[in-house]
């Protein structure tokens, strides 16, 4: 099914929108959405852990979560809390999709971190710095985890989402303050400027010396070259030096030895 968007409610939410895992569409008469608030469901979570301490289940509890005593309404009122359904409306009817409240196992969770790296590898990610895709796919991935925990043990599924507020809120002052920050070094910039009344002196007085010291720079390449050129004649003149006295001091080493063997060959005879 293919559903109009609609602004104001949303639209339906495919599995290849986000890695949160949703359940099928329902029909609903009201588009909304009743939440019940954070108050109501620490009292759930009171009322829950007080009646397994007293050893006194309370009724119409068919189903059971298996790590709470907490009922499947009462935990799926929990999971919509942290994660909202989604609305949207198609010719005249409204539809409600709500987050999946099937457990997950060993196999769920492998498949969930193959998706992750997949979407990080096609919407080419960013692995440092800050990356708003990274972000997205990641948030959406804590969203899941949040509801896979959420769905065993709804206590914890609520810890994590208000981890997942304060951390949401810290990102969005530390961006404020970095946003503030820089509008404020922007206008102590323009300020600056705006204060300086011989700008283009001084930037006169830069070019100036910039010109100086360019021209010390020719000077000292030119120094470097001659030097380098006059070290590296007087090194080849030293070399042949150094050749003709080896040359000479062989000649005179040959001459000797030969006058050596002259003179043992006389003794000998």
């Known amino acids: 099914m293919e559903a109009k968007k609609n602004v104001a409610l949303g639209r339906r939410i495919m599995a290849e929108d986000t890695l949160v895992k949703y359940g099928t569409p329902k ?63 198609e010719n005249r009817k409204y539809w409600r999709q709500t987050v999946s409240s099937d457990p997950s196992s060993r196999r769920d969770v492998i498949e969930l971190t193959d998706e992750l790296n997949s979407r990080l590898q096609s919407a080419n990610a960013s692995d440092i710095g800050i990356d708003e895709t990274r972000r997205k796919i990641y948030t959406q991935c804590f969203d899941e985890m949040i509801r896979q925990t959420t769905v065993r043990c709804a206590e914890r599924g609520l810890m994590l989402y208000l981890c997942r507020q304060e951390i949401d809120f810290s990102l969005s002052a530390y961006k404020k303050l970095y946003i503030s920050s820089g509008a404020y070094a922007i206008r102590k910039t323009l300020l600056s400027v705006k204060g300086s009344e011989n700008n283009n002196s001084v930037a006169g007085d830069f070019v100036s010396k910039n010109d100086i010291l360019k021209g010390e720079i020719r000077e000292i390449k030119e120094k470097i070259f001659h030097e380098k050129k006059r070290f590296e004649e007087q090194r080849k003149v030293e070399t042949k030096q150094r050749f003709d006295e080896l040359d000479a001091l062989e000649r005179k080493r040959t001459v000797l030895k030969k006058e050596l063997e002259g003179l043992v060959s006389g003794r000998k005879m």
């Not at 009743?34 to 509890?61: A, F, H, N, V």
């Open 27 to 89: 029909l609903i008469t009201c588009h909304q959405v009743t939440i019940p608030p954070l108050e109501r469901l620490q009292g759930l979570i009171d009322r829950s852990g007080s009646m397994e301490e007293e050893g006194c289940p309370p009724p119409d509890r068919t189903k059971i979560c298996k790590e709470t005593g907490m009922s499947k309404k009462e935990s799926e009122e929990i999971l919509n809390y942290i994660l909202p359904p989604n609305e949207w409306e």
